[in-house]
Structure formats: C-alpha cells, structure tokens
C-alpha cells in the first residue's frame, strides 16, 4: 500500500513541557507532507523526525490560539535559510493575515520562497486541497474561536492488473488503464471477460481526521463516520469535565463517545493538559467506551 | 559572595539544531533574573534550567532577527496562563513595537500582567537598569540591523564587618552601616581606630558583557575594559573570515583579540554557526590568542 502516515511532532495542550510541544503533526501521503498546527519547536522536532522538509506541501492551522501557531514564523525563516524555493501554502481562520503576514513581512523578508496565506471560513466544511490521491478539507469544531479540524480522505486507487490473466487473454498495454478502472475485456471472438477475473480489488480508502480544539460536538460524527483514524483531542480526565465544558475543550470519554458514534476504526487522544503527570486515566476512561484508543506521543508515528 | 550566575539556554547561530536553541541567556544576580535574548524553545530551556520564572526581570534584546526573537511571544503567553502579575520589561531596538505590540495584543490579551516595550538606540552607551546591587546599560555593536550588546556590572559591595573587633571597642549597632562604608571609629577615649583594622575588604566588583551579532569591533574594548566575563559571538572558524565580514560577524579568533586587547579575565565563544560538526578548531583558533577561552554550550551554567 502507498504511504499514509501520522507523524505526531507535539500533542500537548497550552504549556509546552520538557515531555511534550504543544500541537503539530505532519500527515505523509505518498512522501509529500501536510502540516497540522505548528507549536512552537516544531521546527526542532521536525528535523529530529527526519521526515524531509522540502516534501512540504502546505500547512493547515486549527485556530490562532499561540499553542498551535508559535512555531509558525520560526520555521518559515527555517525554510528560507536552508533555501526552499517552492511555494508553501499555510490555511487557517480569520486574522492569519493580519497576524501573520507582518511577521512574515518583516523576517522572511529575504526568502527565496512564496508563502500564501489563505483565511478560511471554519464554520462550513470545505475542500481546500486536492490531488491525484487525497482530498483534505475542513470539519468544523467548537471553540473559544473560529476552529476548525481537518479530514484527509485517500481517493479510490485503481484495481491491481492480474499480469497472469493480461498475458493470456493477450489484452495490449493500450486497455491497462480502462481495465485497472473496472472495464471488462471482449476477446475477439466476442466473450466478455468479467473484470473480477482480471483484477484484484483496489486497496481500502484511507482517511484520516484530525480534530482539536474543541467541545464535545456531536454533530462532528456524521463528517466522519467510518474514517480509518481519528486524532480527538482529550485535555481533560472526567474529574475535570465542567472545566472541559467551560473551556470548550473535550474529556477522553467525548472523544471516545465521538469515535464510537463515527464508528471510525481507531481513536488517538491528543491534546493533553500538562496537569496530569499520567495520562493513563485518560486512556482507561476512553477505552471504556471505545477499546481502540491509543495516547498520542510526541515522536509516535501511525501508519494507517 | 553573592550569586552573580549566566545561564546559557541556547548559544547556536540561524539554525536551531536538535544539539543547541539559537541565542538564550538568563543572568542570575541575586535570584533576580535577566533575559538576554529569546530565541524559539527558550521556555522549555528556561523550565529545563529550574529557573524560577517569577523572578524574571527584564528582557534585553540584542537585535530584531529571529533567532534571537522567536521565542519572546510564546514565553510571554506561558507567564500569562501561569498566572504572573509583576510587570516585564522588554527592551530591543526599533521596530520592537511595531513587530511585538500587536502579537502581544492578540496573543496576550487575557494575560494578568504588564508587557512593557521600550525601544532603544543601539548606537549610544546608556544605562537602561539600576538597583542596588547591578547596573546593566548597552554596548553599540555592528551588525546587519540595528544592535547592542549589554554590560552588566555589579556595584562595589561594602566592606565586611570583623564582629570581633565591633565586640571589643564596643561599637554600636547604629554605626555598622558607616563602618562598613568605610569610617573609622572614634573610642570615647579620642582614639582613632582605622576602618582597615574593623573590616575586611569587600567582595571584588563583577561585570558581564554580552556581544552578538556583531562584526570584528575594535572600539568594543574600551567599554569593556578588564571586566570579568565576555560572551563574544564567534559565528565562524578563521577558514570563513570573509563570511563572516560579509554577514556582519566574527571569526572565533576575532572574538579572542577584543577578549586580549580589552584585558578581560575570561571569554565564552558562543553563536556557532550549525555548519560545523565541532568547535574545538574554533576554540583553537581563540587559545591561541586568549587562552582563558570556553566555549558555550546550552545548559551551561557559570559562575562568576
């Protein structure tokens, strides 16, 4: 199967610690790289995940809170040091502009590349990137500001040619690609050959959401149900849940509740307050209601 | 003697590396601190330290580029959600407001405590702190943008009372301050005795520069004339002296002749930049000329 991995660079709530940055991750499809969040230091943990930096392709921001965009400027002078030429493309909600583009302005003034700041209205779900083999657009989410997550969906790849039956029906390269895309084959006395017998089915749609920061919001499920991996953020056990609600933040058991009622296949709690000295609570709470959940960690990488 | 301590929390160039932060520094007189520099990741260095953070009191910027800024607003943020009510005060170079104030203003809106940024001219000796014990003012330096370094010198400590000798003439309480400040005592007898038979001599003053970035300045030495401790930058080895002529920095062997012609008593060589695999040719290159030569690493502490 073509790579689909999560690098998860930091999964920490608002205090970054020695253990743990706050959130950044980068998504690999098929070796080009897609930004989620950027915590200050995520230029450091990025060069510690030796994932290649020039595979960037675009960054996606949750929200304008400084625990996910501190490390923004940082790395972008990082790219126009170490010469990147191409275009990077940085999405997020209203105000990027205007907090960003003067700070860009001002210390990337002589990089060789383009940033392209595009604001983004969270509050409807939209496609904001697409090619051969993923699709990403937005969920939106409930917060103390515009925020929303994100949602990467593989397209359907092609079915897998069997070459054993293409050399015995003699079917010419030219027809590969129609019978890779379902096409059944007509011999030239005229019988069909069913495309079952000469394929094998395409692999599984992968599809990935990320989702943080955020109430618990019901209403997220129906965007993602049946996704392969979610990342739901978890700041807090259940003994803080009227913290949670007062601070539009999720507990483990809503993240879970969420996973469950999506019937996704796996859960990953992120997001966590630097208050706890374990988050093995956290994870026992979620389980409890949905048995594949895992912790997050920084450096953890998940192929989907 | 009084605790007069530097803290390096970061001495890289440009590039932060997963092995060193760009420039950080917290000077440590008296339990009151001093930041000199914020490059990105200085919170998470400055809680690795232990440092305690309340006691922070004032921030020195040497010059508005990155590695030398990028971690201000993300540590300004953590002292706001850890609850710090005493006033900061930043000081830098022209353009601090206009680049800081409004991330200040949206990151740090909630934030219980006074951000307060003062801009300088870098181009003037002047003395921006003063209390009892210190007096911190700016050393002009040469660099691509505006930049200072900053001297901090500590003020002449009274002389230390000998208890035995104030028991045996019998000196009142009230007269130790002048004792101390050096009077002689009178007995009721009209004999003088000298102050040099009543006290030892007070604690030798301290003094402290920090000079980055800044390109081979000749006529830094006189401002730092014998003090006890220089932190020059030393960005490149003798094989890339015109590099470092024409980014505005210095060789490490640059860095030892303002040490040799100032007459200090120690140099510390940091701002490597990350081309190098090692420093040891540059702490060579400096023996030769200074051989009181060290070089900085992050988490190094010193005392003076």
């Known amino acids: 199967m073509e790579k689909f991995e999560i690098n998860i660079l930091g999964c920490g709530a608002a205090l970054p610690t020695p253990r743990r940055l ?31 930096f020039s595979h960037l392709q675009a960054i996606f921001l949750t929200h304008l809170h400084g625990d996910h965009t ?19 493309h940085i999405y997020g909600p209203k105000d990027l502009q205007r907090i960003f583009q003067p700070q860009i302005d001002y210390f990337c003034a002589d990089s060789p590349y383009h940033i392209i700041l595009h604001e983004i209205d969270p509050t ?9 083999s993923v699709c990403i657009s937005t969920l939106p989410l409930s917060h103390r500001v515009p925020c929303c997550g994100y949602l990467f969906r593989e397209k359907p790849t092609p079915r897998h040619i069997r070459r054993d039956m293409i050399d015995f029906y003699h079917i010419p390269i030219s027809q590969i690609n129609n019978i ?3 096409m059944d084959w007509t011999t030239e006395d005229g019988t069909i050959i069913p495309n079952e017998r000469l394929t094998t089915p395409s692999d599984p749609v992968r599809s990935y959401a990320y989702c943080t920061d955020t109430t618990y919001r019901p209403r997220l ?11 739901h953020e978890a700041t807090f056990a259940q003994e803080h849940a009227l913290l949670a609600q007062k601070t539009f933040h ?7 509740q969420i996973a469950r009622d999506a019937q996704v296949q796996r859960l990953i709690l992120g997001h ?33």
């Open 22 to 52: 706050s959130s950044s991750q980068i998504v690999n499809i098929r070796e080009k790289l897609f930004m989620l969040d950027c915590a200050e230091g995520t230029q450091m943990a990025l060069r510690r995940s030796r994932l290649p």
């Open 70 to 88: 501190f490390g923004l400027i940082g790395m972008l002078s990082t790219f126009g040091l170490l010469g990147r030429i191409q275009d990077l």
């Open 124 to 132: 409807i779900p939209q496609t904001l990137y697409e090619d051969r």
């Open 180 to 182: 890779k895309a379902g």
């Open 221 to 231: 499920t129906e965007l993602i149900h049946g996704i392969t991996c979610l990342y």
């Open 250 to 256: 999720s507990t483990a058991a809503q993240a879970a």
């Open 272 to 304: 966590f307050s630097s208050r706890y000295k374990s988050e093995a609570p956290l994870l026992a709470e979620a389980q409890q209601i949905f048995p594949d959940t895992l912790l997050a960690e920084d450096g953890m990488k998940i192929t989907l």
